[in-house]
């Protein structure tokens, strides 16, 4: 079964840092870009982030909230994606979700090349971030 | 930064009913649009992608359409299980996700 499990959410001050960690399963991590995003408290869905896979150069892209402040690495060995994220602000409390992001190449599509999409998603980690 | 707006924030309807909700985005994204549904308490679930493919698994009342602006989300015929929020997302440069359509029981 395709599976992502994160965790390492928790309750954090102003200021401090928290790692979260996505542990996949099921699927060839390492052929997958992996991404997070993140939900506050009865508002909608917010990307943050994600990383290429390996064969894609591994690099990142992020939200301009967030970016200079979260970093997301991978270590495919382990099947493992982290978002390290540091000078925390109470803005981002949320629940946090890793997904996986699937490149495909749709028979019907009017412009060539991969369209990219979030096809498995974690039951999410929760962060709150509060003195 | 492209902006995704969806209409209406929310909507009620009934079972059976045929519901359309729509998504502009802020600048052309071809058909680089992909939809989601959220269910209470639930993770996301993606339904279809590349504004008009529909992801294995999710029900053949579900059908997407639009290109370059102008997207929307059709539901054929409400059922029980269908009330939810959906989200359209860009997937043209980087990822924006619209703010949702909270679709409930009239």
């Known amino acids: 079964e395709v599976q992502l499990v994160e965790s390492g959410g928790g309750l954090v001050q102003p200021g401090r840092s928290l790692r979260l960690t996505c542990t996949a399963s099921g699927f060839t991590f390492g052929d997958y870009a992996m991404s997070w995003v993140r939900q506050a408290p009865g508002k909608g869905l917010e990307w943050v982030g994600f990383i290429r896979s390996r064969a894609h150069g591994g690099t990142t892209e992020y939200a301009a909230s967030v970016k200079g402040r979260f970093t997301i690495s991978r270590d495919d060995s382990k099947s493992i994606a982290y978002l390290e994220m540091n000078s925390l602000k109470t803005e981002d409390t949320a629940v946090y979700y890793c997904t996986r992001v699937r490149g495909v190449v749709p028979a019907a599509a009017r412009t060539s090349g991969y369209y990219y999409s979030m096809d498995v998603w974690g039951k999410g980690t929760t962060v709150t971030v509060s003195s | 930064d492209i902006q995704m707006t969806q209409s209406p924030s929310s909507l009620s309807a009934s079972v059976g009913d045929r519901v359309t909700i729509t998504c502009r985005a802020s600048?052309?994204?071809?058909?680089?649009l992909n939809w989601y549904q959220q269910k209470s308490g639930e993770a996301p679930k993606l339904l279809i992608y590349?504004?008009?493919s529909l992801q294995s698994g999710v029900p053949s009342r579900f059908s997407g359409s639009g290109f370059g602006t102008d997207f929307t989300l059709t539901i054929s015929s409400l059922q029980p299980e269908d009330f939810a929020t959906y989200y359209c997302q860009q997937s043209y440069t980087t990822y924006t996700f619209g703010q949702g359509t909270k679709l409930e029981i009239k």
């Open positions: 590349a504004a008009s």
């Open positions: 600048q052309r994204i071809n058909s680089y």
